[in-house]
């Protein structure tokens, strides 16, 4: 399924934990078409995305984010993926 990364974040809960997410080289944007499929684990590519994280970490970055930041917005919750991705640890929110 391809969906902007802004509807993944909307619907992050709902999706299945054991599915993985693929997105274009770049920068993530809200608006970047992302898709999410049950991966065979055969290759890191799917047309023309590749691999980024599964939707179980998705899923575990939003509830830290939301354990953090009591409504935080899809930007935020952007940010946090975007750390996790780059250090492999959740973000820690300052205050």
Known sequence: MKVTLN???ERVESLPWDNDLYVA???LKLDSVVAV???DGVSDTFEELKY???VQDIQSIAGN???QIK???PGQILEAI???HANDAFI???G
Request: hydrophobic share 35%; aromatic share 8%.
């Open 7 to 9: 509807e993944l974040i």
């Open 25 to 27: 080289e770049g920068e």
């Open 37 to 39: 499929i049950e991966d």
């Open 52 to 54: 980024f994280l599964t």
């Open 65 to 67: 984010i939301q354990a």
């Open 71 to 73: 409504n935080p917005s």
């Open 82 to 84: 975007k750390h996790y």
């Open 92 to 94: 820690q929110i300052k």
